[in-house]
Protein backbone atom coordinates (compact mmCIF):
# COMPACT_ATOMS: atom_id res chain seq x y z
CA UNK A 1 0.00 0.00 0.00
CA UNK A 2 1.14 3.69 -1.12
CA UNK A 3 0.87 5.59 2.09
CA UNK A 4 -0.20 9.17 2.02
CA UNK A 5 3.10 10.70 3.26
CA UNK A 6 4.75 12.32 0.20
CA UNK A 7 5.23 15.64 0.20
CA UNK A 8 4.48 18.81 -2.38
CA UNK A 9 6.22 22.01 -2.96
CA UNK A 10 2.22 23.13 -2.57
CA UNK A 11 2.31 21.88 1.12
CA UNK A 12 -0.14 18.92 -0.08
CA UNK A 13 0.97 15.65 1.09
CA UNK A 14 -0.11 12.65 -1.28
CA UNK A 15 -0.16 9.19 -2.31
CA UNK A 16 1.63 8.29 -5.40
CA UNK A 17 3.78 5.38 -6.13
CA UNK A 18 6.06 7.59 -8.42
CA UNK A 19 7.39 9.67 -6.14
CA UNK A 20 10.72 8.29 -4.81
CA UNK A 21 11.54 11.25 -2.04
CA UNK A 22 15.66 11.68 -1.84
CA UNK A 23 15.38 13.16 2.28
CA UNK A 24 12.58 12.79 4.84
CA UNK A 25 11.44 14.75 7.69
CA UNK A 26 8.42 15.13 10.01
CA UNK A 27 5.81 17.61 11.89
CA UNK A 28 4.85 15.67 14.50
CA UNK A 29 2.08 12.67 14.46
CA UNK A 30 -0.37 13.33 11.26
CA UNK A 31 -1.34 9.63 11.26
CA UNK A 32 -4.08 7.33 13.20
CA UNK A 33 -3.68 3.55 13.99
CA UNK A 34 -4.58 2.50 10.46
CA UNK A 35 -1.88 4.78 8.88
CA UNK A 36 -4.08 7.35 7.46
CA UNK A 37 -4.28 11.49 7.85
CA UNK A 38 -6.15 12.99 9.87
CA UNK A 39 -7.39 17.07 8.88
CA UNK A 40 -4.79 18.27 11.15
CA UNK A 41 -1.63 18.22 9.22
CA UNK A 42 1.12 19.62 12.02
CA UNK A 43 1.08 18.97 15.62
CA UNK A 44 4.22 21.02 16.38
CA UNK A 45 6.12 24.03 14.94
CA UNK A 46 9.58 22.37 14.03
CA UNK A 47 9.42 21.05 10.55
CA UNK A 48 12.19 19.20 9.83
CA UNK A 49 13.99 17.45 7.02
CA UNK A 50 16.44 14.81 7.41
CA UNK A 51 18.92 12.16 5.74
CA UNK A 52 16.53 9.06 3.97
CA UNK A 53 19.92 7.02 5.94
CA UNK A 54 21.46 7.59 9.37
CA UNK A 55 23.73 5.56 11.29
CA UNK A 56 21.90 2.44 9.87
CA UNK A 57 18.67 3.06 11.85
CA UNK A 58 15.35 1.81 10.42
CA UNK A 59 11.45 2.56 11.59
CA UNK A 60 8.46 1.39 10.30
CA UNK A 61 6.59 3.99 8.79
CA UNK A 62 3.38 5.35 10.53
CA UNK A 63 4.01 3.20 13.56
CA UNK A 64 1.51 3.88 16.27
CA UNK A 65 2.34 6.40 18.21
CA UNK A 66 5.41 7.84 16.36
CA UNK A 67 5.98 10.65 14.15
CA UNK A 68 4.70 10.45 10.90
CA UNK A 69 7.67 10.09 8.28
CA UNK A 70 7.09 12.59 5.33
CA UNK A 71 9.46 12.66 2.08
CA UNK A 72 10.67 15.31 -0.17
CA UNK A 73 11.93 14.98 -4.07
CA UNK A 74 14.56 17.38 -2.57
CA UNK A 75 15.18 20.38 -0.87
CA UNK A 76 13.66 22.61 -2.79
CA UNK A 77 10.47 20.81 -2.05
CA UNK A 78 10.99 20.63 1.89
CA UNK A 79 11.61 24.15 2.09
CA UNK A 80 8.89 24.86 -0.56
CA UNK A 81 6.44 23.30 1.78
CA UNK A 82 8.18 25.21 5.20
CA UNK A 83 10.20 22.64 6.40
CA UNK A 84 14.39 23.05 7.38
CA UNK A 85 17.41 21.09 8.06
CA UNK A 86 17.26 18.91 10.94
CA UNK A 87 19.78 19.69 13.74
CA UNK A 88 20.56 16.15 14.11
CA UNK A 89 21.20 14.09 11.19
CA UNK A 90 22.42 17.18 9.53
CA UNK A 91 24.19 19.25 11.61
CA UNK A 92 26.44 20.75 8.88
CA UNK A 93 23.73 21.43 6.71
CA UNK A 94 21.76 23.09 9.75
CA UNK A 95 24.61 25.19 10.65
CA UNK A 96 24.77 26.48 6.63
CA UNK A 97 21.15 26.90 7.08
CA UNK A 98 21.70 29.47 10.38
CA UNK A 99 25.16 31.04 8.98
CA UNK A 100 23.07 31.52 5.71
CA UNK A 101 20.12 33.45 7.66
CA UNK A 102 22.35 35.38 10.16
CA UNK A 103 23.88 36.45 6.21
CA UNK A 104 20.12 37.58 5.35
CA UNK A 105 18.45 38.33 7.84
CA UNK A 106 21.49 40.05 10.14
CA UNK A 107 20.45 38.28 13.39
CA UNK A 108 21.22 34.49 14.30
CA UNK A 109 18.11 32.60 15.93
CA UNK A 110 17.63 30.08 18.08
CA UNK A 111 16.04 26.63 16.89
CA UNK A 112 12.80 27.74 18.81
CA UNK A 113 12.64 31.13 17.08
CA UNK A 114 13.50 30.03 14.13
CA UNK A 115 10.31 27.48 13.97
CA UNK A 116 7.90 29.76 16.03
CA UNK A 117 8.84 32.67 12.35
CA UNK A 118 8.91 29.67 9.88
CA UNK A 119 5.27 29.00 10.82
CA UNK A 120 3.80 31.89 10.95
CA UNK A 121 4.87 32.21 7.41
CA UNK A 122 4.04 28.31 6.34
CA UNK A 123 0.51 27.89 7.78
CA UNK A 124 -3.04 29.83 7.16
CA UNK A 125 -4.23 28.66 10.17
CA UNK A 126 -7.93 29.46 9.09
CA UNK A 127 -7.86 27.37 5.82
CA UNK A 128 -5.10 25.02 6.79
CA UNK A 129 -3.55 25.44 3.69
CA UNK A 130 -0.09 26.34 2.57
CA UNK A 131 -0.13 30.82 3.22
CA UNK A 132 1.80 31.71 -0.30
CA UNK A 133 2.98 35.09 -1.03
CA UNK A 134 3.19 37.87 -3.93
CA UNK A 135 7.01 38.54 -4.98
CA UNK A 136 8.53 39.85 -8.50
CA UNK A 137 9.36 36.92 -10.56
CA UNK A 138 12.96 38.68 -11.37
CA UNK A 139 14.09 38.97 -8.06
CA UNK A 140 13.63 35.58 -6.66
CA UNK A 141 16.59 33.29 -6.33
CA UNK A 142 17.47 29.93 -7.38
CA UNK A 143 15.61 27.23 -4.82
CA UNK A 144 12.73 28.94 -4.63
CA UNK A 145 9.12 27.35 -6.03
CA UNK A 146 6.32 29.13 -7.15
CA UNK A 147 2.85 28.73 -9.18
CA UNK A 148 2.63 29.27 -12.79
CA UNK A 149 -0.34 28.02 -14.84
CA UNK A 150 -1.53 26.57 -11.55
CA UNK A 151 1.64 24.28 -11.62
CA UNK A 152 4.65 24.53 -8.96
CA UNK A 153 7.56 25.08 -11.13
CA UNK A 154 11.56 25.35 -9.50
CA UNK A 155 12.71 28.98 -10.07
CA UNK A 156 16.25 27.87 -11.18
CA UNK A 157 18.35 30.34 -13.37
CA UNK A 158 16.98 31.68 -16.62
CA UNK A 159 14.20 28.91 -16.17
CA UNK A 160 11.23 27.38 -14.55
CA UNK A 161 11.28 23.47 -14.03
CA UNK A 162 7.73 22.27 -13.72
CA UNK A 163 7.37 20.02 -10.98
CA UNK A 164 5.02 16.87 -10.48
CA UNK A 165 5.42 13.51 -7.89
CA UNK A 166 7.36 11.63 -10.97
CA UNK A 167 10.00 14.86 -11.09
CA UNK A 168 10.65 17.73 -13.05
CA UNK A 169 9.61 18.17 -16.55
CA UNK A 170 11.44 20.05 -19.47
CA UNK A 171 12.83 24.00 -18.64
CA UNK A 172 10.80 26.86 -19.36
CA UNK A 173 11.59 30.24 -20.26
CA UNK A 174 11.36 32.32 -17.23
CA UNK A 175 9.46 35.39 -18.04
CA UNK A 176 11.14 39.03 -16.65
CA UNK A 177 9.16 41.77 -15.26
CA UNK A 178 6.21 40.27 -13.63
CA UNK A 179 4.81 39.13 -10.20
CA UNK A 180 4.74 35.27 -9.06
CA UNK A 181 2.46 33.16 -6.65
CA UNK A 182 5.43 32.35 -4.46
CA UNK A 183 5.48 28.74 -2.30
CA UNK A 184 8.14 29.23 -0.69
CA UNK A 185 8.32 31.02 2.44
CA UNK A 186 9.38 34.42 2.92
CA UNK A 187 11.75 33.95 5.17
CA UNK A 188 13.37 31.46 3.38
CA UNK A 189 14.28 33.53 0.30
CA UNK A 190 16.85 35.60 2.38
CA UNK A 191 18.47 32.06 3.60
CA UNK A 192 18.60 31.23 -0.49
CA UNK A 193 19.88 34.45 -1.50
CA UNK A 194 22.92 34.23 0.92
CA UNK A 195 24.05 31.24 -0.72
CA UNK A 196 22.62 28.31 1.71
CA UNK A 197 23.69 25.07 -0.23
CA UNK A 198 20.30 23.22 -1.48
CA UNK A 199 20.56 19.98 -2.00
CA UNK A 200 18.87 19.74 -4.97
CA UNK A 201 17.13 16.62 -7.35
CA UNK A 202 20.00 15.03 -9.46
CA UNK A 203 18.11 14.71 -12.19
CA UNK A 204 18.39 18.36 -12.62
CA UNK A 205 22.08 18.15 -13.54
CA UNK A 206 21.00 15.55 -15.98
CA UNK A 207 18.90 17.33 -18.06
Keep these: MTLQNRVLPTGDIVADPAYRGTLTGNRGI ?6 KLGARRWTHHAWICCELEFKG ?14 FFHDEAVAMAAGHRPCAYCRR ?6 LDAWE ?7 SARQLDTQLHAHRVDRGRRT ?12 DGAFILHDATP ?12 PSGYG ?4 RARGGMAQVCTPAP ?10 LRLHPELACR
Design 153 to 164: CLVLGETLRPFA
Design 188 to 197: LLPVLRAGFP
Design 30 to 35: LHDADK
Design 57 to 70: RRREPMSPRSWTEL
Design 92 to 97: SDYTAF
Design 130 to 141: QRRHVAPLDDLP
Design 170 to 173: APRR
Design 103 to 109: RGHGHRP
